[in-house]
């Protein structure tokens, strides 16, 4: 014997159906204006967005003693020890 079927099943199912379909339009569009977007930035500019913010800050700051590796292996090495 099963279980009657619950109306909001269906309501669901259908809904679902509805926001995965939406969901494959959107896709396609956004894919569409994010290409167009990408054709048309130049390759400075794209760069230029890109590292802006990080080189500005990279410049204000001082130039680091080391890589940090030497200290990263030691602190493992003490992890390890433990």
Known sequence: MTAPKDPKDDAVRVNTAAWVAAWQRAG???????????AGIETSQALQAFTGPFTDRALALPPRPSSG?????RLFRLLRQK
């Open 69 to 73: 590796l030497v200290e990263q292996q």
């Open 28 to 38: 396609k569009e956004l894919e569409k204006i994010r290409l167009a977007e990408l």
